[in-house]
């Protein structure tokens, strides 16, 4: 029976220490693309403040254009570049900005999924402290009492199959 159980645990301890390293790499994967990301969106975002200059410029130049007089108002070519500038610009400003918000909405999402995997890999470290300390128990220690009905599943506790499934499913996100 002690040896039985101690190969169990020993099963388990190896089941749980696997899924360490599995969520270890999984959170190192999420701070890699978090940095990636937190790059590019930077990028984007100086990117989004560079066209406020030409922006700037070509509203000016058609400001100062429509506050012409008489004979000197004149709608020709340059106006009509002008004006296509400024669409153009508008245009790019717009994606920039939608791309801005993605990466942040992508950022909160993965944020979101390394805190699930650190909150699991802080529970598979609590569950191998506790497994460890119980394989090394034997039947003479003295902390041991014997206790009716000792394969129940207490109340709030988890099951292996429930937190093989938490695992599988934080390691997918």
Known sequence: QQHDNTTRLDNRCTDISDWKESLERTRSQ????ISRLKDEKLLC?????????????????LTIRDSRRDIDLVDDLVEAELRNEVKVIEGAKRALQQKCAECFEQLCRLEEAREQVCKDLQDKNIALDIDTEQRNLTEEDPEISFHPDPTRTPKGSVTPQEWHEF???NKSR
Do not use: T
């Open 30 to 33: 999420l701070d890699e693309e």
């Open 45 to 61: 975002e100086q990117a989004l403040e560079a066209k406020a200059l030409p922006l700037d410029v070509a509203n000016d130049n």
């Open 167 to 169: 695992s599988r499913y």
